[in-house]
Each structure stands twice: as structure tokens, then as C-alpha cells.
């Protein structure tokens, strides 16, 4: 079973439902004089079950996109290339872009993500990242809309994998390091 791999829960679904639930309410207030909406972004894959979450909390016209952006491979280091697999299919000049991704790490991807959505003439680009991990940063990175602050561990389940498992876990647990080790 998967959960026996998990080391202990870090957050719940309930905590997990509470703490989206406030993030979406905040993006709905900081938004509400744009009625056109926002253009989110989702980093695939990871982010995309926080994105989920996240869009139906959101009480104004969300347009919907997604890039795919490695710097992890399957390794539990970033590289500290991006490389973007998969561009966004829309034009999103004059738009207001909020970024959501499901961890922050070093800071590498959004780093660059944001550097790359700026050329695009958006009339604004923000980060929305689920949880964020400070004492792991190389590169700065301003996080408009932060989950949790996390310590240094390897955590999986909602949406965040190891070697492409442990997914759909429904809570965030820290992985046992004998499974990778
Ligand atoms: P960064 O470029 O170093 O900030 O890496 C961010 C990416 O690394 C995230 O989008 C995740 O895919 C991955 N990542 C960082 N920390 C973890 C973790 O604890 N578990 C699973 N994936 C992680
Ligand atoms: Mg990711």
C-alpha cells in the first residue's frame, strides 16, 4: 500500500480543503475590480490537483492553461535548467496571469517561468505556489500567494510524486527515506 512508504502526515485533507479554500477567497478579493477575470497558469503535472481545488474556489471567470517545465527529472535534486516541454496555447498579453504550482523549491522554475511570462506583455504576472520551501532557495523568488511554508523534507501526495508515484494521495506525507534510499 502506499501509505505504508509514509513516513508521517504533514497536512490533512481537511487542512489541506480549509487552507485553499482561504487562498482562493484571497485571489477572489485581490481580483475583483478585473471582471474579465484571470489567466492561470498550472505547472503540470504536480500542481495540477491543487489547481483543481484551487480554480473552484475562485469566484471570477478563470481562463485555464498549462505548461509542463522539467528541471527535476526523477531525481530528487533540481538541475537548475529549465526546460519547457509544453508552451502555453494561448496569447496572454494584457492578461493578468497568476502562476500556480505545487512547490517551491529552489526557486529555479518559477524563477524562469516568470522572467519567460513577463516577455509575453502580460499586464501582470503573480505566483501562486501550495507550499513553499524558504531554506531551499538559490534564486529569489516573490510568492504572492503562499499555502504553507514547509522545512526541508521530500513530501508526496497531492499531486507531488517520487519517481511519478504517490500522486493521488489525498493528504501531503513525508516519504519514508528508506523508499529512496
Ligand atoms: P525548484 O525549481 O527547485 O523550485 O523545483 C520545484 C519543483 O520541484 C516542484 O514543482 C516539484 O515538482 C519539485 N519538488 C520540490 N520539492 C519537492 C518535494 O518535496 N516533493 C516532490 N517534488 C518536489
Ligand atoms: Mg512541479
Given at each position: 500500500m502506499m501509505k505504508d512508504d509514509i513516513e508521517k502526515i504533514v497536512f490533512t485533507e481537511e487542512e489541506i480543503r480549509k487552507r485553499v479554500e482561504e487562498m482562493g477567497a484571497e485571489i477572489s478579493r485581490d481580483y475583483?475590480?478585473?471582471?474579465e477575470g484571470i489567466f492561470c497558469v498550472g505547472i503540470l503535472k504536480g500542481a495540477v490537483i491543487f489547481y483543481t481545488d484551487l480554480v473552484r474556489k475562485i469566484s471570477l471567470p478563470v481562463q485555464f492553461d498549462f505548461m509542463i517545465a522539467s528541471s527535476y527529472a526523477d531525481a530528487m535534486e533540481s538541475s537548475g535548467t529549465v526546460r519547457i516541454l509544453k508552451d502555453l496555447d494561448y496569447d496572454i498579453k494584457g492578461k493578468h496571469v497568476v502562476l500556480v504550482e505545487d512547490i517551491i523549491d529552489s526557486g529555479t522554475t518559477m524563477h524562469y517561468l516568470l522572467d519567460y511570462l513577463r516577455l509575453r506583455k502580460a499586464a501582470s504576472v503573480k505566483i501562486c505556489a501550495f507550499m513553499s520551501k524558504p531554506s531551499r532557495r538559490k534564486v529569489e523568488v516573490p510568492i504572492d500567494y503562499c499555502g504553507f511554508d514547509v522545512p526541508d523534507e521530500f513530501l508526496v501526495g497531492y499531486g507531488l510524486d517520487y519517481a511519478e508515484k504517490y500522486?493521488?494521495?489525498p493528504y501531503i506525507g513525508v516519504l519514508k527515506r528508506e523508499v529512496y534510499s
Open positions: 475583483a475590480g478585473v471582471p500522486r493521488n494521495l
